[in-house]
T-cell receptor, first 113, second 114 residues
Framework: DQQVKQNSPSLSVQEGRISILNCDYT??????FLWYKKYPAEGPTFLIS?????DKNEDGRFTVFLNKSAKHLSLHIVPSQPGDSAVYFC????????????FGTGTRLQVTL | ETGVTQSPTHLIKTRGQQVTLRCSSQ?????VSWYQQALGQGPQFIFQ???????GRGNFPPRFSGLQFPNYSSELNVNALELDDSALYLC?????????????FGQGTRLTVV
């Protein structure tokens, strides 16, 4: 039972344009969501998070949007840079269960010149 | 401030053997979680340790066990290795088990079972 889904295995975007990565979840008990970036041979690196009491959180070039009614979140990267090329994982957890994360399968982002 | 470190980085074991993976948590973090990432998949939660006690477990059999030490470092032990145990094993540390804070991951241990 895949409770967190990333339906796009890969995405290719030109440098300078917007990258939009999507994530859906099925468990309505999830109330904290995170995005991680992973380079080959490295562990996942935390990017940005959002609590279910918000619908948007911004940090520099990264913005996460949460639509609770649709059980959908998205990560926007503007402008995209070649160094953003990596696998992006969406993760979810419940309050009181910090770091017991349920991950999606990841989206590989390729930013081209 | 040191980050999360794992050892070894790579390991090859034979089916039926036992393996121990190690993790040093980030300074000041008292909660450690272990994840298994199979090829092409997202990390899957194995278990979490808080103040040396298991604090939650994912859908993994009892042959996956762990320890947390007083300095908050941790071990993951896997007995009777199976070919499907081949994966990247990730350790993550966080400050508190019950707060919504991000978990910081180590670089992982790549385990190959032959």
């Amino acid at each position: 039972d895949q409770q967190v889904k990333q339906n796009s295995p890969s995405l290719s975007v030109q440098e300078g344009r917007i990258s939009i990565l999507n994530c859906d979840y099925t468990n309505s008990m999830f109330d904290y969501f995170l995005w991680y970036k992973k380079y080959p041979a490295e562990g996942p690196t935390f990017l940005i998070s959002i609590s279910s009491i918000k619908d948007k959180n911004e940090d520099g070039r990264f913005t996460v949007f949460l639509n609770k009614s649709a059980k959908h979140l998205s990560l926007h990267i503007v402008p995209s840079q070649p160094g953003d090329s990596a696998v992006y994982f969406c993760a979810a957890s419940r309050t009181g269960t910090a770091s017991k994360l349920t991950f999606g399968t990841g989206t590989r982002l390729q930013v081209t010149l | 401030e040191t980050g999360v470190t794992q050892s070894p980085t790579h390991l090859i074991k034979t089916r039926g053997q036992q393996v121990t993976l190690r993790c040093s948590s980030q300074s000041g973090h008292n909660t450690v979680s272990w994840y298994q990432q199979a090829l092409g998949q997202g990390p899957q939660f194995i278990f979490q340790y808080y103040r040396e006690e298991e604090n939650g477990r994912g859908n993994f059999p009892p042959r996956f066990s762990g320890l947390q030490f007083p300095n908050y470092s941790s071990e993951l032990n896997v007995n009777a290795l199976e070919l499907d145990d081949s994966a990247l094993y990730l350790c993550a540390s966080s400050f508190r088990r019950d707060s919504n804070t991000e978990a910081f991951f180590g670089q992982g241990t790549r385990l190959t079972v032959v």
